[in-house]
């Protein structure tokens, strides 16, 4: 059992809440139960170390035999050495080692998607992470993280996906003019959510959110640059009909997405 919070291996792990130290060494941090066990289900082979306190192996045993069925050794840690090694303040029980694994754009466009999500500069975490997992609840086909958006591995993103990392194709680092480019060639039309755009309930009377889309968010506080909002097909907004100033973005992408995949199955 490991129980010294100030080990050397203690220190690699904490150190992967900095984005230098995920970079250089192409893992990432990964942390509670649920996540843990998506890693399991679903993406195994990318679990490289398994830490966990013997309370909570206790508590979520399944965990323990998903991880002897792939392979992954689970090592007992102290509370101590969990709470240094975590980036949460009250984390759960369990932290992984994992491999990044980001797909290109390449990849994604070959694939004959009907659905993505793009994300221009989105710099907030939680927003990232929970528009992530609004698209893999929405049965989108991938997410694309292009310009300067937050970092898919950065551990705020990786908790407010939920696991949804696992389950949809995230690329990063795109460039947004090779992502309209391929997004055209594939026969998918490109929508900008904005606020000065069509009212999204008269897109979906006119039946423009059957087709094959790509839904393009920009940045939490400035939006879509002009230029941005004419490499799109159309712009359109999320109406408020309360008093609310304005709707979070990750919120606005969820009720875009979901319009989407309603129109494309109805």
């Known amino acids: 059992m490991l129980e010294n919070p100030r080990s050397a291996q203690v220190r690699a792990v904490a150190n992967l809440a900095k984005r230098s130290a995920r970079d250089d060494s192409g893992v990432f941090l990964l942390e509670g139960p649920q996540a843990v066990r998506e890693a399991l289900t679903f993406r195994p082979e990318l679990v490289l170390e398994l830490f966990a ?14 991880a002897d069925a792939a392979g992954v050794e689970v090592e007992f840690v102290t ?13 759960q029980g369990f932290v992984a080692v994992c491999r990044q694994f980001p ?8 694939s004959a998607p009907r659905l993505i999500a793009i994300l221009e500069e989105v710099r907030d975490p939680g927003n990232a992470g929970t528009i992530i997992r609004a698209a893999d609840a929405a049965g989108a086909d991938a997410v694309i993280l292009s310009g300067r958006s937050v970092d898919l591995y950065n551990p ?17 680092q795109a460039t947004l003019d090779d992502v309209q ?26 039946g423009v959110l059957a087709g094959p889309t790509a839904w393009l ?9 002009d230029e941005h ?16 100033e304005s709707m979070n973005l990750a919120t606005a992408a969820s009720v875009c997405l979901y319009e989407s995949a309603f129109a494309q199955r109805s």
């Not at 480019?181 to 006119?206: E, F, H, M, N, V």
């Not at 909002?229 to 609310?244: E, F, H, N, R, T």
């Open 181 to 206: 480019g391929r997004a055209r060639q594939a026969g998918l039309q490109l929508l900008a959510a904005d606020i000065k755009g069509d009212d999204l309930l008269s897109a979906r009377t006119r």
């Open 103 to 110: 797909v290109s754009v390449k990849e994604i466009f070959a």
């Open 229 to 244: 909002l004419a490499l799109a097909d159309a712009a359109i907004s999320v109406p408020i009909y309360g008093k609310a």
């Open 53 to 66: 306190t013997p309370t909570a192996l206790e508590r979520h045993p399944g965990i323990g035999e998903q």
């Open 79 to 91: 509370e101590q050495v969990l709470d240094a090694m975590a980036d949460t303040v009250t984390p």
């Open 156 to 172: 705020k993103v990786v908790r407010s996906s939920t696991g949804s990392i696992f389950h949809v194709p995230v690329a990063v």
């Open 217 to 225: 968010f920009g940045n939490e506080a400035r939006g879509l640059t």
